[in-house]
């Protein structure tokens, strides 16, 4: 506006100008404010472009993610923790490792696991009153059976005391079905399993509050029965085989260990003394317990081998590392757990994140960075029975501050970040901050060069349930990403194969993971804490 356009104005028009014009000051100076705010947050953590774009074109032009997931798949399998294939699978990852050029590569060991078990040969047939072969799996920690037996099928699905009466003396010789039948989940076949939205993404990042509290459990019904007594029930009145099903999946077995086998520690006496149990797809299970409901009599042919150890031995994590350099005593981790279920190799749960976190180390290793902490890779033994692996190592190296019986160990200072993977094989979407305020500018500037991939988001909240938890308990820092949900995957089933895996995806998830830990490694201090 000109100086006589100005005085043309009337009053009511020089007064808007004049509130329009402070408006727009006000708004710079915002702007000026905010620009200021994300630049120092650059400046502090800044991302080095250069080593980005290493990792860049070594994870996305030479990657070599698809060759480990598949061998570990394919050619390793299922890692049944402290089982003799989890051996074989350890020795081969450590030769990897080594291969790559890590250093101190171990086996390290955590804790007594009980025996070896490992499934040798399984086969189970309906044989009456039509022929079909079935889909099932003997869970983990029981015993085979004496060759190839054909078997009544009889209805023992016991619930409460009450039941006792019911079947007592009527179970002898058979194979009875032992829990209700499984409703199907229809709707995960026709919604299936959709990626992230953009709404949800916005809503996880636009909520600063923490999750509220589990509430507590209810009160054990006295009256119910435990899977406990009821397979000793079962024991004392003759049957010869447990048939289960747990799973509202069409064609997946969801089988895990048998009940009792975390408080007596796998033993070898308690495996060999109990039934066997077979967990069997739904719609198997529920074909036969209709059968029987219309008093049809049903027939089955089974056979199971099994390995069961004569020591009890420890069970053990791997190890290896990138050493440091001017700050080579304090450490970074990422992690992931080596150990599955017994049923499929388990592409998605986890062996997906294990490949992810060897392929990082793989590349970082290949550009031949040198970073001034020392990055270590640990892949976790004992997850899938509760965290067991992560939770010793943890207490092995850093110790617990709150905990006097195990006290503050040496390293503790040490420990600058621990980064995991274990929600299936989507890609990173963000990362959440376990209620770490103090480290949220720092990733949103590590994320940025990632904004193409889709590293967006950032969420404040806590995540549970995998092998960050034990280090984030005693306050140290440790993340889980933010991954999307990809749908086909079958985690804890039979159907967890290398074909349901979205390869493009744990190539993004290795680039980021690898940028991620060479930046912590690079910091001039350690990454905040957050309060305890």
């Known amino acids: 506006i000109t100086t006589l356009e100005a005085f043309q104005l009337n009053s009511f028009d020089m007064k808007w100008w004049v509130i329009n014009m402070k408006n727009k000051f006000m708004f710079s100076g915002f702007i000026y404010l905010c620009t200021i705010c994300i630049l120092d947050a650059q400046d502090n953590y ?11 074109e070594e994870g996305f032009q030479r990657s070599e993610i698809e060759n480990t997931l598949s061998y570990m798949t394919d050619v390793i399998g299922a890692r049944l923790t402290n089982s003799d294939a989890m051996v074989e699978a350890q020795n081969w990852v450590i030769s990897e490792m080594k291969k790559m050029g890590l250093k101190n590569t171990a086996r390290e060991s955590f804790m007594d696991y009980g025996v070896s078990w490992d499934n040798e040969y399984f086969s189970l047939h309906l044989t009456k009153p039509d022929y079909q072969p079935m889909l099932g799996y003997p869970i983990a920690h029981t015993p085979g059976i004496d060759g190839k037996q054909s078997l009544s099928v009889v209805l023992a699905p016991i619930k409460t005391t009450d ?69 000793i029930f079962y024991k004392e009145e003759g049957v010869a085989l447990v048939l289960e099903s747990r799973s509202g999946w069409i064609a997946a077995v969801r089988g895990f260990a048998r009940p009792g086998a975390k408080i007596d520690v796998y033993d070898r006496n308690a495996t060999l003394n109990h039934l066997p149990v077979v967990a069997v797809t739904p ?25 069961v150890g004569t020591r009890r031995r420890q069970a053990k994590n791997v190890v290896g590392e990138i050493p440091g350099t001017d700050l080579k005593d304090e450490i970074v981790m990422l992690g992931a757990h080596f150990d599955t279920w017994h049923a499929s190799p388990n592409a998605s749960d986890n062996s997906s994140g294990v490949a992810v976190m060897l392929e990082a180390m793989r590349i970082l290793k290949t550009i031949n960075v040198k970073p001034r902490r020392t990055i270590r890779v640990a892949l976790w033994s004992g997850e899938e029975q509760g965290l067991h692996g992560s939770r010793e190592y943890v207490y092995k190296h850093f110790g617990d501050p709150n ?22 094989p ?33 969420g404040f909240q806590k995540k549970c349930c995998t ?8 306050g140290l820092p440790a993340f889980q990403f933010l991954q999307d949900r990809v749908g ?8 967890d194969f290398y074909d349901t895996i979205p390869i493009e995806d744990v190539k ?25």
């Open 163 to 231: 039941d006792f009466k019911k079947y007592k003396g009527k179970l002898q010789g058979k194979a009875v079905l032992s829990s209700p039948m499984p409703k199907v989940d229809l709707d995960r076949y026709q919604n299936g399993r959709p990626r992230y939205t953009d709404d949800e993404l916005s809503a996880i990042a636009s909520n600063p509050f923490p999750d509220p509290p589990r509430p507590p459990r209810p009160l054990a019904n006295p009256e119910i029965v435990s899977a406990v007594d009821k397979n």
């Open 426 to 458: 989507g890609q990173f979407k963000g990362i959440f901050l376990q209620e770490n305020e103090h480290v949220r500018e720092i990733f949103k500037s590590w994320m940025k060069p990632f904004e193409d991939l889709g590293m967006t988001t950032i």
């Open 488 to 495: 086909g995957t079958g985690g804890h089933t039979n159907l």
């Open 403 to 424: 905990d006097p019986k195990i006290g503050k160990k040496k390293d503790y200072d040490k420990l600058s970040a621990y980064f995991n993977q274990d929600y299936g």
């Open 46 to 56: 800044p991302v080095d472009s250069k080593v980005i774009a290493m990792i860049r």
């Open 508 to 532: 993004k998830n290795a680039v980021i993971i690898a940028s991620f830990v060479y930046h912590t490694a690079m910091l001039d201090e350690r990454l905040p804490r957050k309060k305890r």
């Open 283 to 307: 719609e198997h299970y529920n074909r036969m317990y209709r059968i029987l409901e219309r008093n049809i009599s049903v027939q089955i042919d089974v056979e199971i081998k099994t390995k």
């Open 467 to 474: 092998d960050h938890v034990p280090f984030d308990r005693v």
